[in-house]
């Protein structure tokens, strides 16, 4: 399963907007349950990370990271290449009026049934929020493949 969501059906968009995490594909960036703060109508470049419709499926969002440009349109790939591949290697570039949206921030909540130490609460609320950064080397390893 990927990281997903369903666009709910409404007006205009504003200009951010929540999305939840489902599946690996973007371990160790992202994991499964978290939130994401979405910059949706931002710019975006290569190595960044990104809400976007699935080619195939354009009700289904999807959350991968630029490599680069390619004819056609976006090269994506999950961070996870262990995972299995829901990205430009099952369906080619993706156009870029696909793409949604960058990826600001990630919010971790506490995992249920952890202990809830002050320890435990402490390194919860230094880590929980965290930017999600580009990774602009993407795009030059890719390349020299």
Do not use: C
């Not at 961070?79 to 990826?103: C, K, Q, T």
Request: charge should be positive; hydrophobic fraction near 40%; aromatic fraction near 6%.
């Amino acid at each position: 399963m990927t990281e997903q969501g369903r666009e709910p059906e409404r007006g205009p968009r504003a200009p951010f907007g929540v999305a939840e995490v489902t599946g690996p594909s973007m371990v160790p960036t992202l994991h499964h349950g978290d939130q994401l703060l979405v910059h949706y109508g931002a710019s975006v470049r290569a190595g960044d990370v990104v809400v976007l419709r699935h080619p195939l499926q354009q009700d289904l969002l999807i959350v991968k990271r630029l490599v680069g440009l390619r004819d056609g349109g976006w090269w994506v790939l999950g961070d996870n290449r262990s995972a299995e591949a829901v990205d430009s290697r099952a369906f080619g570039p993706v156009p870029p009026e696909l793409v949604l949206g960058r990826v600001r921030a990630r919010y971790r909540g506490i995992r249920p049934g952890r202990q809830r130490s002050v320890g435990v609460v402490l390194s919860w609320l230094v880590s929980a929020v965290r930017p999600v950064l580009a990774d602009r080397s993407v795009s030059r390893r890719f390349r020299a493949r």
